[in-house]
Every structure is written in structure tokens, then in C-alpha cells.
């Protein structure tokens, strides 16, 4: 039968605006963290990322800011570009160098010109 | 910019058969991964591999499966007897000494079974 999936949040966002996207993690003892941009039909991309030990680093026109108190990732993309349009997920780890991430459910951003 | 690719980028295939899925990791990269997201669905671990050696794996990589680095390339994943919910896509990845977390993902091979 044809699979199920997932309802993806959503959000749209004015081209030049900035956007946050946010992500609950599940597991205390993670200690990476990142975000990947899947565009449609291609593999995940890596954007950024940040170890338990910070809890903000910035990229170019992207900031993460982790919050371990409440288990709680984001995603700030300044300036949005209509090339920004993608589905977006948070990514959890341990054991940094032995990659085993846990994906989560992502959030659709749609660019609107 | 290098990249990770695979081949094929479409496979249907009879259930019960075999099917490997090929990849060609970033050439300095000494850490390899296969990850499958099953239509619409989250992005899942399947399995590491480092030093000609799986370093952990899924519950979904069960006996069906296994990976092999047949030579100083390419980095592959079997799977003996597929199963309907098999099809999925299926992501190679691949990532450097220094930045293992890094993981550099292929654009995946889509995996239909019949």
C-alpha cells in the first residue's frame, strides 16, 4: 500500500524576511546537533552545525541557537532568497565522530517573491 | 566541488530479489554511511562504516543487509531479499577525518519494490 506521510509543518515567509525555524530534540545525551536543507528530489544538505558545549553559532545568513535546558533547536535564516525554499531538519547525534544522527520530522519553508 | 554520487538513481525490482545500491564517497573521506527515507517520511540511520568496518548500525539493518568497500572507491549496500517496505530512498553519505559530523549526503537511489 502506499505509505503515509508525515504532516510536515509549514511556514512561509516574505522573500527578504527572516525566518526561524524550530525543532524539539528527544535525547539528553545528544551532544551534535544540525541542520540539513533537503531540496525536493535531492539528499539532505548540511547547513550548519553546533556542539552541546555552545548554545548559539552563526554560518553565513544562518544562526543556530541550542537550548539544553528544554531540549530545543532553531534555525535562523536571515535575508530569505526564493533558493532557500526546501524542506529543513533538525539532526541529532552522540558519539561525535561515529555519526548515527536522528533525523526529525522537518518543516517545509516556502519562499514567497 | 566534489561530491558524493550513486548509481543507480532508480532500481525496481521483484520482491525476494537482491539489489545493491552503489556509492562513491568524497575520495578523502574516511567515514561512510547509508541512510533511507522511505516516501515522505523522516531521513533514517541504516549504518556507519569506518576503517573497512561497520561502526554501528540500525535495527533496521538487519541480516538483509550489508555494506562493503570493494576497493579504495566505492561503498555499497546489499540488500539479499528485498521486501515491499524496502522501497524507500536510499542516501549514501560520507564525511572527513576532521569533521566527521559533517556528513556530505549523495542525491540517493530510489528503491521500488514490486
Known amino acids: 500500500g502506499e505509505s503515509v506521510g508525515l504532516h510536515l509543518p509549514t511556514l512561509s515567509v516574505q522573500e527578504g524576511d527572516n525566518s526561524i525555524i524550530n525543532c524539539a530534540y528527544s535525547?539528553?545525551?545528544?551532544?551534535?546537533f544540525i541542520w540539513y536543507k533537503q531540496e525536493s528530489g535531492k539528499g539532505p544538505q548540511f547547513i550548519i552545525d553546533?556542539?552541546?558545549?555552545?548554545d548559539k553559532r552563526q554560518g553565513q545568513r544562518v544562526t543556530v541557537l541550542l537550548n539544553k535546558t528544554v531540549k530545543h533547536l532553531s534555525l535562523q535564516i536571515a535575508a530569505t532568497q526564493p533558493g532557500d525554499s526546501a524542506v529543513y531538519f533538525c539532526?541529532?547525534?552522540?558519539?561525535?565522530?561515529?555519526?548515527?544522527?536522528?533525523f526529525g520530522t522537518g518543516t517545509r519553508l516556502t519562499i514567497i517573491p | 566541488e566534489p561530491e558524493v554520487t550513486q548509481t543507480p538513481s532508480h532500481q525496481v525490482t521483484q520482491m525476494g530479489q537482491e539489489v545493491i545500491l552503489r556509492c562513491v564517497p568524497i575520495?578523502?573521506?574516511?567515514?561512510f554511511y547509508w541512510y533511507r527515507q522511505i516516501l515522505g517520511q523522516k531521513v533514517e540511520f541504516l549504518v556507519s562504516?569506518?576503517?573497512?568496518?561497520?561502526?554501528?548500525k540500525s535495527e533496521i539493518f538487519d541480516d538483509q543487509f550489508s555494506v562493503e568497500r570493494p576497493d579504495g572507491s566505492n561503498f555499497t549496500l546489499k540488500i539479499r531479499s528485498t521486501k515491499l517496505e524496502d522501497s524507500a530512498m536510499y542516501f549514501c553519505?560520507?564525511?572527513?577525518?576532521?569533521?566527521?559530523?559533517?556528513?556530505?549526503f549523495g542525491e540517493g537511489s530510489r528503491l521500488t519494490v514490486l
Open positions: 575520495s578523502n573521506h574516511l567515514y
Open positions: 539532526a541529532e547525534g552522540t558519539n561525535f565522530g561515529n555519526e548515527k544522527l536522528t
Open positions: 553519505a560520507s564525511s572527513e577525518q576532521d569533521r566527521p559530523g559533517e556528513l556530505f
Open positions: 553546533i556542539r552541546s558545549n555552545m
Open positions: 562504516f569506518y576503517n573497512n568496518e561497520i561502526s554501528e
Open positions: 535525547n539528553s545525551a545528544s551532544d551534535y
